[in-house]
Nanobody
Framework: QVQLVESGGGLVQPGGSLRLSCAAS????????MGWYRQAPGKQRELVAR???????TAADSVKGRFTISRDNAKNTVYLQMNSVKPEDTAVYYC?????????WGQGTQVTVSS
């Protein structure tokens, strides 16, 4: 049974930092491309950042220079370090694992940026 379990969400003030984690089980983690997506109320789910199985990363223009994705294959975990957060970063953040046609999602973790 595949599970992606996100953690680390919560309330943070503008300009603050937060680190999200996604622990995977039931998959050969090292071969999967991993990603973080987010969905704000009334908006479509959008890509935040991805890291492929070789460690190459991509990020949305809106978060470049502020958010960093990383992975630890020994811990089957992918991270999203969020710095200099803004109110527009408020959303539910989802972890994604993809390997060819295999595509899995976590349940999401809420991030709220507010003073």
């Amino acid at each position: 049974q595949v599970q992606l379990v996100e953690s680390g969400g919560g309330l943070v003030q503008p300009g603050g930092s937060l680190r999200l984690s996604c622990a995977a089980s039931g998959i050969i983690f090292s071969i999967y491309d991993m990603g973080w997506y987010r969905q704000a109320p009334g908006k479509q789910r959008e890509l935040v950042a991805r890291i492929d199985n070789g460690g190459r990363t991509t990020a949305a223009d809106s978060v470049k220079g502020r958010f960093t994705i990383s992975r630890d294959n020994a811990k089957n975990t992918v991270y999203l370090q969020m710095n200099s957060v803004k109110p527009e970063d408020t959303a539910v953040y989802y972890c994604n694992a993809q390997f060819y046609s295999s595509d899995y999602w976590g349940q999401g973790t809420q991030v709220t940026v507010s003073s």
